[in-house]
């Protein structure tokens, strides 16, 4: 159990590897990473990783997971102003009241990506500050599928080039 730790100017803030499961996580703050908080593809870890209060901000990206049999859980947490928001490849990420934040960039990287991976949305928000995207899409599917639910999540000024998701058959959507 961590409890109200930052962890600033870093490759990676809180890297997961072999034998990393059942992690709880309250408070504190990540920020000036490449990825604030990261996954290893390699076995018995992912399991049960959660997240309760904390903010992910000011880096490249704010979660990075990849690997199959991995849960990642976050509560109320913010991510705040990465240039990416969250990558799922064979993994499960889960957000619960969760706020995106963000200026649009001059690029296409989409703010979610998944690869084989799923990602599911419960309350909270998201919203690009300022500006017009242009990203072709906010929902990325890559060559391995995966899917979107989006529940009782609002948005502001979510803007994009094309079509939400780039495989729209794979986002459940329901906005308030």
């Known amino acids: 159990m961590v409890r109200n730790c930052s962890v600033y100017n870093v490759k990676y803030g809180h890297y997961y590897r072999q034998n990393a499961f059942c992690v709880k996580v309250f408070g504190g703050e ?9 996954t ?7 399991e049960a990783i959660c997240y309760y209060g ?5 880096s490249y990206r704010g979660v990075f997971a990849e690997g199959a049999s991995q849960d990642l859980y976050f509560y109320g947490c913010s991510i705040d102003y990465t240039t990416r928001w969250a990558y799922a490849a064979g993994c499960h990420i889960h957000w619960f009241g969760c706020h995106f934040e963000k200026n649009p960039p001059g690029n296409s990287d989409p703010p ?4 084989g991976g799923v990602m599911l949305f ?3 928000n998201m919203s690009f500050s300022s500006g017009t995207s242009s990203y072709p899409n906010v929902y990325k599917i ?3 599928g995966g899917a979107y639910y989006v529940r009782d999540v609002q948005k502001y000024n979510l803007t994009y080039t094309g079509t939400e998701c780039s ?3 794979s986002l459940v959507a329901n906005y308030i």
């Not at 290893?40 to 992912?46: D, F, I, L, P, V």
């Open 122 to 124: 419960v309350g909270g």
């Open 54 to 58: 904390v903010t992910l901000f000011n």
């Open 40 to 46: 290893a593809n390699e076995s018995n870890r992912g």
């Open 167 to 169: 495989t729209p058959a």
């Open 30 to 38: 990540v920020y000036g990473a490449e990825e604030c908080v990261k």
């Open 142 to 144: 890559w060559g391995g």
């Open 112 to 115: 979610f990506e998944v690869d």
